[in-house]
């Protein structure tokens, strides 16, 4: 018996000795094998990216790497400039043949498209802190990537440059923070990262001084989708070509539909005066008093966006479609309760 336990372990530890990461490279633009394609197995440690072993994909686009891997690892390589990758499975090693995708690159700009554009204005005390999102849609087989132009272009005041922060986002990946670099433009930045098909997604965040009854000013360098503008709740906007589009439910914070590319709009809190009556709203004036926390607001607009984001760009978006009716208020406000007991009963009926 003892023989046999020490035979099982014995194929255990060679079975893991001589498990293998091996895939294909295939090239989705011409849909061919890509051959020559370096290929390499990393995985996260305390200083970085740590390789596991490397690989050169031959005449039918195969690699094979012979090391077995305990933990979540990603198989990478680099195809005209651009990183390409496939996570690995965490906890096992992974010996099922792996698909690594790559594309051809393109610097032209038209097979990428800016499909939603979106600020938040968050006024803190005397600063306001604004959190630009751009998603991008590519639904080409190239990956647009421009190092000289750069793949995303945006508009920053001023005042707002020497806290200016940028991440890019693509699908099941983390944030990746990416240098803002000067255009010979006044106020244009450009980030250079590649937009693969799929979606790319663009957090920019930096702050302005902000007195009582401010104006914040801004340009959108890609027209292909409107500017929106949330505020949070007890903050409005006016401005000409500015557009209230509703209020989310359980946020309660305004949206804001702007008609131009460049827009400037005043800012007011509530209590304060408002601009277009010169008179204060009832009560006398009072001011709220926003927390102290700006040391995380970073972090904590990052997530309040997240969700603000995902919650009204879906349910106002139509509304932008020429001709498409709006979706009635009864329907936008109907409790979220009631929809899932619809649903069920709908379930429960073609069950039956």
């Known amino acids: 018996m003892r023989s046999l336990r020490y035979s099982l372990l014995f194929l255990s530890l060679a079975g893991a000795l001589h498990a293998a990461v091996e895939g294909t490279v295939i090239n989705r633009t011409t849909n061919k094998p890509q051959s020559g394609a ?46 390409y990758s496939q996570a690995l499975a965490a906890g096992a090693p992974a010996t099922a043949p792996l698909v690594l995708e790559v594309y051809e690159s393109t610097t032209e700009r038209g097979v990428a498209r800016v499909a939603q554009h979106a600020l938040l204005l968050s006024p803190e005390n005397k600063r306001l802190v604004v959190r630009e999102h751009i998603v991008y849609q590519n639904e080409s087989t190239w990956t647009f990537n421009d190092p000289g132009d750069g793949s995303l272009r945006i508009y920053v005041p001023d005042e707002g440059r020497d806290r200016l922060r940028v991440s890019a986002t693509t699908l099941n990946s983390v944030p990746l923070v990416r240098p803002a670099i000067e255009t010979g433009e006044r106020n244009v930045f450009k980030v250079v990262f590649p937009l693969k098909p799929g979606t790319t997604a663009f957090d920019v965040i930096y702050e302005v001084p902000f007195p009582a009854g401010g104006v914040f000013s801004g340009k959108a360098l890609e027209n292909d989708a409107r500017v929106r503008l949330i505020v949070p709740p007890g903050v409005s906007l006016e401005g000409e070509g500015v557009e209230l589009l509703g209020v989310e439910p359980k946020s309660q914070a305004s949206n804001y539909r702007v008609r131009t590319s460049e827009y400037s709009v005043k800012i007011a809190r509530a209590g304060e005066v408002s601009s277009a009556t010169g008179e204060a709203d009832g009560a006398p004036a009072i001011e709220p008093i926003f927390p102290r926390i700006y040391d995380n607001v970073y972090a904590i607009l990052g997530l309040a966006f997240a969700i603000l984001a995902l919650g009204m760009l879906l349910l106002y978006r139509r509304e932008l479609e020429p001709g498409r009716k709006p979706i009635p208020a009864a329907a936008v406000l109907k409790p979220a309760a009631a929809r899932t007991g619809a649903r069920r009963q709908a379930q429960m009926q073609k069950a039956t």
């Open 38 to 83: 370096a290929v390499a197995l990393v995985k996260p440690g305390g200083a970085g990216m740590e390789s596991l072993g490397s690989a050169v994909a031959d005449g039918a686009g195969r690699f094979r790497i012979d090391r077995s891997v305990e933990g979540p690892a990603l198989v990478q390589t680099v195809y005209q400039g651009v990183s």
